[in-house]
């Protein structure tokens, strides 16, 4: 089984601030990675899909880049609405162990 | 526009069974890939099974093997998952999901 290793598990940084998440493939999925934002309460929302495209209606702060094997996701400069956990997963498969996002 | 719609979920004891299906629409179902993911209260989301595109092939995570089957149906654009000896632990909202699309999701409640 292909397993997903997310870091970090918790990022704080502050408004203004470029944040980048990383996420490997114990094997390679060529571009078949999500990244999805979930807030309190709410189910997770995708951000990006094929690992490097935006969802349609997401802010282009957002961004994220990889194949094969190594994958990262960035937002260029954190709002005060981004604060939130991130997830990775391969298409059909595992998710990342989650990235906490917080305010410094 | 795909659209995925769970139906199906409820509160069941343990031990119990329940069949979750999924109407999809607005793509051709029968060319894709298609998983169930859950979300249990207060964790992360978790993938619980795939399957292919003709059904040749069914994947679980461990914690399901046995238990729970998934299938689908090309002809009526539906995925399914019998989900047999219910525990505490599969207690979730299951989203019947294709690539990074999910569905509103269907809340299974596994309590006595």
Same mark, same amino acid.
């Not at chain 1, 060529?30 to 349609?56: D, F, H, V």
């Not at chain 2, 207060?42 to 595109?53: D, L, Q, S």
């Not at chain 2, 090309?74 to 999910?102: F, G, H, I, P």
């Given at each position: 089984?292909?397993?997903?290793?997310?870091?970090?598990?918790?990022?704080?940084?502050?408004?203004?601030?470029?944040?980048?998440?990383?996420?490997?493939? $114990?094997? &390679?999925?060529?571009?078949?990675?999500?990244w999805?934002?979930?807030?309190p #309460?709410?189910?997770?929302?995708?951000l990006i899909y094929?690992?490097?495209?935006l969802? $349609? #209606?997401?802010?282009?702060?957002?961004?994220? $880049? #990889?194949? #094969?094997?190594?994958?990262?996701?960035?937002? &260029?400069?954190?709002q005060?609405?981004?604060?939130?956990?991130?997830?990775?997963?391969?298409?059909?498969?595992?998710?990342?162990?989650?990235?906490?996002?917080?305010?410094? | 526009?795909?659209?995925?719609?769970?139906s199906?979920?409820?509160?069941?004891?343990?031990?119990?069974?329940?069949?979750l299906?999924?109407?999809?629409s607005?793509?051709?179902?029968?060319r894709?890939?298609m998983?169930?993911?859950r979300q +249990?209260?207060?964790?992360?989301?978790e993938?619980? +099974?795939?399957?292919?595109?003709?059904?040749?092939?069914?994947? =679980?995570?461990?914690?399901?093997?046995?238990?729970f089957?998934?299938?689908?149906?090309?002809?009526?654009?539906?995925?399914?998952?019998?989900?047999?000896?219910?525990?505490?632990?599969?207690?979730a909202? =299951?989203?019947?999901?294709?690539?990074?699309?999910?569905?509103?999701?269907?809340?299974?409640?596994?309590?006595?």
């Amino acid at each position: 089984d292909i397993q997903m290793t997310q870091s970090p598990s918790t990022l704080s940084a502050s408004v203004g601030d470029r944040v980048t998440i990383t996420c490997r493939a $114990s094997q &390679s999925i060529s571009n078949w990675l999500a990244w999805y934002q979930q807030k309190p #309460g709410k189910a997770p929302k995708p951000l990006i899909y094929r690992a490097s495209n935006l969802k $349609s #209606g997401v802010p282009s702060r957002f961004s994220g $880049s #990889g194949s #094969g094997t190594e994958f990262t996701f960035t937002i &260029s400069s954190l709002q005060p609405d981004d604060f939130a956990t991130y997830y990775c997963q391969q298409y059909y498969g595992v998710f990342g162990q989650g990235t906490k996002l917080e305010i410094k | 526009e795909v659209q995925l719609v769970e139906s199906g979920g409820g509160l069941v004891q343990p031990g119990g069974s329940l069949r979750l299906s999924c109407a999809a629409s607005g793509f051709t179902f029968s060319r894709y890939w298609m998983s169930w993911v859950r979300q +249990a209260p207060g964790k992360g989301p978790e993938w619980v +099974a795939r399957i292919k595109e003709d059904g040749s092939e069914k994947y =679980y995570v461990d914690s399901v093997k046995g238990r729970f089957t998934i299938s689908r149906d090309n002809a009526k654009n539906s995925l399914y998952l019998q989900m047999n000896s219910l525990r505490d632990e599969d207690t979730a909202v =299951y989203y019947c999901a294709r690539e990074e699309v999910w569905g509103q999701g269907t809340l299974v409640t596994v309590s006595s």
